[in-house]
T-cell receptor
Framework: ELKVEQNPLFLSMQEGKNYTIYCNYS?????LYWYRQDPGKSLESLFV?????AVKQEGRLMASLDTKARLSTLHITAAVHDLSATYFC????????????FGKGTKLTVNP | DAMVIQNPRYQVTQFGKPVTLSCSQT?????MYWYQQKSSQAPKLLFH???????NEADTPDNFQSRRPNTSFCFLDIRSPGLGDAAMYLC?????????????FGPGTRLLVL
């Protein structure tokens, strides 16, 4: 059974600082997604990573995928308050399954 | 704009009183999903439709049913809501199954059970 672990679960950081959120998964997959969720809102798709070594960047966020290590990272550069949200990684198992398996989420708070 | 729409956004029901949540999409996607998300937890897949083919998750309670009368609409029926069913219910769509395409989420319906 596929398990997805995110670290840390809670992250409080100052504006202007850098930090990385980690997402490990337990079985083979080459489809990994990052979503953002604001309090009381739905999930917004940030990145889709489809192959080993994939790197995608949008603004202050950069996501990467290492399928051999079964690890994805979401790197935050020079954080701003607007990035405060919960970030989920989600993994689609190989074999045609449609069941996205989510990590528990990382609640990010960026303080002035 | 193409999108995923959920109605109502907030639903209050009584313990044991059936409730139906609605999802519609203008993306013309083949796959529609229903997720349950409880407070401070990750979304949990209840079931999904690929066209008219219904796929139930093994651990989805029998209390939860779904209907997809056409490509655009999908309904979640909770036959006898319990207090533990209070949650945000998220509908999502994707274009093609098995291809790892992005799932697009609707705004969610927050269900309160009294």
């Amino acid at each position: 059974e596929l398990k997805v672990e995110q670290n840390p679960l809670f992250l409080s950081m100052q504006e202007g600082k850098n930090y990385t959120i980690y997402c490990n998964y337990s079985t083979t997959s080459d489809r990994l997604y990052w979503y953002r969720q604001d309090p009381g809102k739905s999930l917004e798709s940030l990145f889709v990573l489809l192959s080993n070594g994939a790197v995608k960047q949008e603004g202050r966020l950069m996501a990467s995928l290492d399928t051999k290590a079964r690890l994805s990272t979401l790197h935050i550069t020079a954080a701003v308050h607007d990035l405060s949200a919960t970030y989920f990684c989600a993994v689609l198992p190989q074999g045609g399954s449609e069941k996205l398996v989510f990590g528990k989420g990382t609640k990010l708070t960026v303080n002035p | 704009d193409a999108m995923v729409i959920q109605n109502p956004r907030y639903q209050v029901t009584q313990f044991g009183k059936p409730v139906t949540l609605s999802c519609s999409q203008t993306l013309n996607h083949n796959v529609m999903y229903w997720y349950q998300q409880k407070s401070s937890q990750a979304p949990k897949l209840l079931f999904h439709y690929y066209d008219k083919d219904f796929n139930n998750e093994a651990d989805t309670p029998d209390n939860f049913q779904s209907r997809r009368p056409n490509t655009s609409f999908c309904f979640l029926d909770i036959r006898s809501p319990g207090l533990g069913d209070a949650a945000m219910y998220l509908c999502a769509t994707s274009r093609t199954p098995g291809q790892g395409e992005t799932q697009y989420f609707g705004p969610g319906t927050r269900l309160l059970v009294l």
